[in-house]
């Protein structure tokens, strides 16, 4: 899903990244940064923190549904499909970079991705986001992962996520052939999985149909699990509520899920594919009920 806003927003990303300098795209610097109490044990949970909401981040009431964060005690890391840290988020929050195209594995979104590495306690790195719906076969996937994600785990200590595919017969089978492409010793850390609901099936159904998916896909490569895009795409308020809420508290109780994010951290859907029932924040950057229920608060 993500993809999609990546494609469609490349050139004005691209933009917004020349425009905020150099220093702040590399912070924090000094040190590593202490994760506190977060990440400390159980399961984790994760905003995708849209890059239009660092954009516009001097936005008073965006700024402070940014800075609320730091008192959760639910949120245990953020992320934004990207190698640069969105520096208008609490300092104690931890950053899950992304690689989340070939492009960014060279130039300055790997020296970011390095900058983060050096700054981090805990160090978890994502590679490819949808690489099935980018057209990258498997087989090329698996050698960039051999050639320049491996490097952080042995210099940095960094543990590696999978590429994250779509939740469907396509994904699973581009992943499979990836994992196929590795050694024991080359795996990632941790498997990434998607996960949208249809729109027309009530709740119970979908909730029961990710709970056996996300299950199954961790069973199969016996590696624990982080769900970095999930959502009901329901336009009944009252299935999306009924969905986020029960798989969210559903997983919160699973030992083999890591952290998990909603998809819908933007003041605005991203596409007519998402559902605006289920988004966490309101037109002006206030949480939505569902916003307010994934912080804790």
């Keep these: 899903m993500a993809l999609l806003q990546s494609l469609r927003l490349t050139a004005c990303l691209t933009a917004f990244v020349t425009y905020l300098p150099a220093a702040t795209l590399a912070m924090p610097t000094g040190g590593s940064r202490s994760v506190s109490r977060r990440g400390s044990g159980g399961v984790g ?18 700024k402070a549904t940014a800075n609320s964060l730091a008192s959760s005690s639910k949120i245990t890391s953020i992320t934004n499909w990207e190698t640069w840290q969105p520096p208008d988020l609490p300092s104690n929050i931890p950053f899950r970079a992304m690689v989340r195209t070939p492009a960014q594995l060279s130039g300055e979104p790997w020296e970011n991705l390095l900058s983060v590495l050096s700054s981090e306690e805990k160090k978890i790195v994502h590679l490819l986001n949808e690489p099935d719906k980018q057209g ?10 051999k050639d320049a994600m491996l490097s952080p785990r042995h210099g940095y200590s960094a543990r590696l996520v999978s590429p994250g595919c779509a939740g469907n017969d396509d ?4 992943l499979d052939e990836f994992m196929g492409h590795l050694t024991d010793g080359e795996k990632p850390d941790y498997i990434a999985l998607h996960f949208y609901t249809r729109a027309d099936e009530p709740a119970d159904k979908e909730i029961l149909a990710a709970k ?3 299950k199954t896909r961790h069973e199969q490569h016996n590696l624990p699990v982080i769900i970095n895009e999930l959502a009901s795409t329901s336009r009944d308020l009252n299935i999306v509520r009924k969905f986020t809420t029960e798989i969210g508290n559903l997983l919160d109780s699973q030992d083999w899920v890591v952290e998990y994010g909603f998809f819908g951290a933007s003041r605005e859907p991203t596409d007519d594919f998402v559902s605006p029932a289920a988004q966490l924040l309101d037109g002006d950057g206030t949480r939505t009920e569902l916003g307010k229920w994934f912080v804790g608060g």
């Design 136 to 145: 990258i076969p498997p087989a090329n996937a698996a050698r960039m992962w």
């Design 212 to 214: 056996q998916y996300l």
């Design 45 to 62: 949970r994760t905003p995708l923190w849209d890059w239009t909401l660092t954009r516009d981040h001097d936005d008073s009431v965006i």
């Design 171 to 174: 994904g699973t089978r581009w």
